[in-house]
């Protein structure tokens, strides 16, 4: 009988060694925006897929710098977390703010916002309480992009008042505190790294998602067909990993980087359609393509291992993109470098949760 026992205790032992050893860690990131301009309803939202999902967008008054959620958006993201909760209840939610959509101009409004204390103060204030009133689980800030010195000590100044703000309301209302979150740039390809405060961005902020996608669009490069999102880049400098290089580099520890996932590709068109690989020659670029739309383009698929990327042509249609071998590549490539996890933009692009479930189970 004591063997016995001894056989069970060492058999419960070794099952709990091995859960530790092989089971996602509760603090691994799979997350996904959900776009208000995307088609997508909030109810249609496989939320089983995710363990964070940020809600995109609310705005910047630049008149009074406070975060305002617009009439279109109120009924959507104030049922947000409610509503993806039905179908995951642990999942986690944050409010997003800001974006690329506005370009030069809504860049310019969070350099001013972040420029003056009282501004700075009304901004974070007014965060605070869009959060708490819709029932998220954080804040994220999406200034596309700091591009100065001095931006990046104003950057710094409102995550550490931000942060600051955050603990204090914790402390008075006995709320849990709202988790604070930013999407940057993913490599100096896109815009200047160096003006990131990393330091700042390391003590104040819980997570950052590195935006690794937009490396070789076809907008950018339309002679030639390009891997929009490469892991690695045996022909040149810039690639997913050496952005992550970059942000390590600037302080922040990869266990607090997500990596971005793109939910869609660029289009080109063929100069020969018999020349159909990488860098193939093109006549012209046909800008952003979601993925399902490239799905049901019916074309044939490669995946390439060395840039860690896939593409696809149909006559002289070509397009560069991250599928299902690509993205599941990329999540594991960032487990091996330790990050903490990573992101999708967005998740309205996806064909029938195929990336979402191939980076979930990756």
């Given at each position: 009988m004591a063997n016995f026992k001894v056989s069970i205790l060492f058999s419960t032992l070794l099952i709990m060694v091995l859960q530790l050893l092989f089971s996602p860690s509760e603090a691994d990131i799979k997350g996904g925006y959900w776009y208000s301009e995307s088609g997508l309803a909030v109810s249609d939202i496989n939320a089983s897929y995710f363990t964070h999902l940020f809600c995109a967008f609310a705005d910047l008054d630049p008149n009074t710098n406070q975060v305002t959620i617009s009439s279109t958006?109120?009924?959507?993201?104030?049922?947000?977390?409610?509503?993806?909760?039905?179908?995951?209840?642990?999942?986690?939610?944050?409010?997003?703010?800001?974006?690329?959509?506005?370009?030069?101009?809504?860049?310019?409004?969070?350099?001013?916002?972040?420029?003056q204390a009282d501004s700075r103060k009304s901004f974070i204030d007014s965060s605070i309480q869009q959060a708490r009133?819709?029932?998220?689980?954080?804040?994220?800030?999406?200034?596309e992009?700091?591009?100065?010195?001095?931006?990046?000590?104003n950057l710094a100044l409102l995550l550490r008042e931000w942060r600051a703000?955050?603990?204090?309301?914790?402390?008075?209302?006995?709320?849990?505190a709202l988790i604070l979150s930013?999407?940057?740039?993913?490599?100096?390809?896109?815009?200047?790294?160096?003006?990131y405060p990393g330091t700042d961005i390391t003590e104040n902020l819980d997570f950052v998602n590195v935006?690794?996608?937009?490396?070789?669009?076809?907008?950018?490069?339309p002679t030639s067909t390009q891997p929009p999102a490469p892991w690695n880049n045996p022909q040149g400098q810039f690639s997913v990993d050496q952005g992550i290089t970059t942000w390590i580099g600037l302080g922040v520890p990869a266990s607090k980087l997500n990596v971005g996932l793109p939910f869609y590709g660029y289009k080109w068109q063929l100069a020969d359609p018999n020349n159909h690989g990488l860098f193939a020659p093109a006549t012209q670029g046909l800008g952003a393509v979601?993925?399902?739309d490239i799905v049901s383009a019916g074309a044939e698929v490669v995946f390439d291992s060395s840039f860690v990327t896939n593409y696809c042509f149909k006559g002289t249609d070509w397009f560069g993109y991250?599928?299902?071998e690509s993205t599941s590549t990329k999540v594991v490539d960032a487990r091996e470098r330790g990050l903490l996890g990573y992101f999708a933009w967005h998740i309205g692009q996806d064909s029938n949760w195929a990336l979402s479930e191939a980076a979930f189970n990756a």
């Open positions: 958006n109120a009924a959507q993201f104030s049922t947000f977390t409610q509503t993806v909760r039905a179908n995951n209840p642990s999942v986690t939610t944050l409010l997003s703010i800001g974006g690329g959509g506005g370009g030069a101009t809504l860049a310019a409004e969070f350099a001013n916002m972040a420029s009133e819709n029932n998220f689980d954080g804040l994220d800030l999406d200034w992009y700091p591009s100065s010195d001095t931006d990046r000590s703000a955050v603990d204090q309301e914790s402390t008075t209302s006995g709320n849990t930013a999407a940057v740039a993913g490599s100096d390809q896109i815009s200047s790294l160096d003006y935006m690794a996608y937009d490396l070789f669009t076809s907008d950018g490069y979601a993925y399902k991250d599928d299902t």
